[in-house]
């Protein structure tokens, strides 16, 4: 009986070995049918797309514009090109350098272009007429699975992020997701709602979308330093917002208050600043604007600590949009893949050489002038790039120095260049930021524009 029994488990297991391995290598065959051979694909639908991506991406605009698929089309039926400051005309060949402005005012950041350029295979995306039509994905999220993993592992080769036991939530821009860390780290007790701050100089939008969004709450109370003033903030509810770097000045920030924070990592990249160490906070929020130049895009996420905070999120972004896009998650995913190629370094490489470029040509500027000063920078160590250096901002935080130029910014206005005062930061007018984001064009132009308002420093300017 015992030796019948044997042969039956022997029978048995046999059995099991032969249909676990004709899965496995069932597995396998099915998996080399679905890996995708590119060199054996015949173009078809795609090929008029990607013919009209090309023909306009190669429309030359005079070298000082660009033309888009979705750019204007003129009476004539020619697509017309989007110039550079002072160059006009169809296809941007007018130049007309008198008496023209430089529009340093915005964070657009077009320098990130010509990278792009450079890895226009790979960063490529077609997207078909069905693609992902559904609200959800195949496993009922709103969040590609593949995108978040992508984004674990770039916190994880930068160095600027703990993600592991995090929880990653997706919005439209850093944006969005500023204001759904409001809602999910505000009081829930209506009658005493949460002081809403942030530090002088801080990112506008902080206040503009806390006040439009009018919550009951939660109020926007302003500055840290002056409401800490004035207030016993011990048991007040208290979020924070804490930018660092910063925009304007580009300082590596600290809480002021001690409450409830977000962390704004939107410049927290190589290319902006050294990365000394991973951040590791509770609320932290990143984004495509500033890292890849993508800022048209509209991504961000947000990577949250507690499981609570968390939820608070998704239901906002439920609430609000039930989701980011499909078609810009693949958009984002095709990018990501091009940042993490081999080391993971060209895109910070590039956009470092650039930044610390565009300093370098600055300062001697600044160094001529009595009358303009820029933010102060001091060295510190690099993780990422295992080097001492110092930050390279997004931003020169320009101030007027003389006592009687208490408007900075109409100053640079009549030197033919547009910053963003200091009030919009609520900090003074004496204080103008101005974009070094720009396309080298554009970048050319400021420095020109500062080079002559520097030159006539001894003679009166006329302010507008
Ligand atoms: C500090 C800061 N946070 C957030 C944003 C907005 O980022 P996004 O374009 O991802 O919405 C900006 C844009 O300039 C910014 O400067």
Redesign the pocket.
């Given at each position: 009986m015992k030796k019948y029994c044997y042969g039956f488990v022997l029978i048995v297991s046999v059995a099991i070995n032969i249909f676990l391995s004709i899965n496995l290598y069932g597995g396998r065959v099915q998996y080399s049918e679905k890996k995708l051979m590119l060199q054996d694909v015949d173009l078809g639908w795609s090929k008029k797309a990607a013919a009209e991506a090309e023909a306009i991406a190669a429309m030359p605009c005079s070298g000082h514009g660009r033309a888009f698929v979705d750019s204007l089309i003129s009476e004539g039926g020619q697509l017309i090109c989007e110039c550079y400051d002072c160059y006009s005309g169809n296809d941007c060949s007018v130049y007309s350098p008198v008496g023209c402005t430089v529009d340093a005012k915005s964070?657009d950041p077009i320098f990130m272009e010509p990278f792009w350029m450079q890895n226009a295979e790979n960063s490529a995306v077609v997207i078909s007429g069905w693609h992902r039509l559904g609200y959800w994905y195949d496993h009922g999220d709103t969040m590609s699975i593949e995108l978040e993993r992508h984004i674990r592992k770039l916190h994880s080769v930068v160095g600027n992020a703990v993600t592991e036991g995090r929880y990653v939530v997706f919005g439209?821009?850093?944006?969005?997701l500023?204001s759904a860390a409001i809602y999910a780290l505000a009081s829930e007790n209506a009658s005493s709602p949460s002081n809403v701050l942030a530090t002088i100089p801080y990112?506008p939008?902080f206040e503009h979308q806390t006040v439009f969004f009018n919550g009951k709450a939660f109020n926007f109370e302003g500055d840290t330093k002056t409401w800490q003033s004035k207030n016993d903030t011990d048991g007040k509810d208290v979020i924070e917002f804490v930018?660092s770097p910063?925009?304007p000045d580009g300082a590596l920030t600290e809480p002021v208050l001690k409450g409830k924070t977000i962390y704004?990592h939107?410049?927290y990249w190589p290319h902006y600043t050294p990365i000394p160490s991973p951040s590791d906070q509770e609320v932290m929020?990143f984004?495509?604007?500033?890292f890849t130049g993508h800022?048209g895009t509209?991504?961000?996420w947000a990577v949250i600590k507690d499981k609570s905070v968390y939820d608070k999120f998704l239901q906002y972004i439920q609430f609000a949009d039930l989701g980011i896009s499909k078609d810009t998650q693949l958009r984002v995913l095709k990018l990501l893949k091009v940042v993490l190629e081999g080391d993971g370094k060209s895109l910070f490489q590039y956009g470092y050489e650039k930044m610390s470029d565009r300093w370098e040509k600055l300062i001697p500027i600044f160094s001529n002038s009595k009358r303009f000063s820029l933010q102060k920078r001091q060295p510190s160590h690099c993780n990422f790039f295992n080097q001492t250096r110092l930050p390279t901002p997004a931003y020169a935080w320009v101030k007027c120095e003389r006592p009687e130029d208490l408007d900075c910014g109409a100053i640079l206005a009549a030197g033919n260049i547009i910053g963003s005062p200091g009030s919009n930061f609520r900090d003074k007018d004496r204080y103008t930021r101005l974009n070094i984001l720009m396309s080298e064009d554009d970048f050319e132009l400021l420095l020109q524009r500062l080079t002559e308002l520097v030159s006539l420093e001894n003679n009166s300017i006329q302010t507008m």
């Open positions: 964070g439209i821009g850093a944006m969005q500023l990112y939008m930018t910063n925009n704004d939107a410049y929020i984004s495509m604007s500033k800022a509209r991504f961000g």
